[in-house]
T-cell receptor, first 115, second 114 residues
């Protein structure tokens, strides 16, 4: 069965520093991977996804993520954090050999960017 | 540019009461979903509808029923609310149930069962 893990409940970073939010996955085939962001009292917003091709995926708000098959990881990154990036971030995965099934989400990582 | 709209946004229920959460999408999507979000648990799928006329159980379906009323609307019903159903509920939709499709979420419904 497909699963995704976000090993850090909380990540703190100073404004202007690079940020990384970690995600690892477990699937039986080649994964389709997604990142979403949730601002306080709001729904989840799509940031980016990896389907195939270039391992470095660029998304909204200056975020990017790197797919690493050997490490089964899909970490979210941004070169220079903003206070407005403070939010809850979710990694999600689909495992194509499992058929057309809905996304499975991680438990989320709360990012706090300190001015 | 509404996207996915769900109502009500806030609701307080007494144990044993029933209620229905309404959801509608205007993106002509085929697939719709209901998730619940609890602290430390992330998002868990309650039910989903791959296409109009079909519904399937997700990870945590007990205590809930759903109706895919038409292509636009997908409602979630709590027949006899319990305190364990206190949560934030999100409706979502995607073009289809294809693995490459992006899921789009509503703004959430905060439900408290006392």
């Amino acid at each position: 069965a497909q699963s995704v893990a976000q090993p850090e409940d909380q990540v703190n970073v100073a404004e202007g520093n690079p940020l990384t939010v970690k995600c690892t996955y477990s699937v039986s085939g080649n994964p389709y991977l997604f990142w979403y962001v949730q601002y306080p009292n709001r729904g989840l917003q799509f940031l980016l996804k990896y389907i195939t091709g270039d391992n470095l995926v660029k998304g909204s708000y200056g975020f990017e993520a790197e797919f690493n098959k050997s490490q089964t990881s899909f970490h979210l990154k941004k070169p220079s954090a903003l206070v407005s990036d403070s939010a809850l971030y979710f990694c999600a995965v689909r495992d194509p050999p499992s058929g057309n099934t809905p996304l499975v989400f991680g438990k989320g990582t709360r990012l706090s960017v300190i001015a | 540019n509404a996207g996915v709209t769900q109502t009500p946004k806030f609701q307080v229920l007494k144990t044993g009461q029933s209620m229905t959460l309404q959801c509608a999408q205007d993106m002509n999507h085929n697939s719709m979903y209901w998730y619940r979000q609890d602290p430390g648990m992330g998002l868990r799928l309650i039910y989903y509808s791959a296409s109009e006329g079909t519904t399937d159980k997700g990870e945590v379906p007990n205590g809930y029923n759903v109706s895919r009323l038409n292509k636009r609307e997908f409602s979630l019903r709590l027949e006899s609310a319990a305190p364990s159903q206190t949560s934030v509920y999100f409706c979502a939709s995607s073009e289809a149930l294809s693995p490459v499709d992006t899921i789009y979420f509503g703004e959430g419904s905060w439900l408290t069962v006392v």
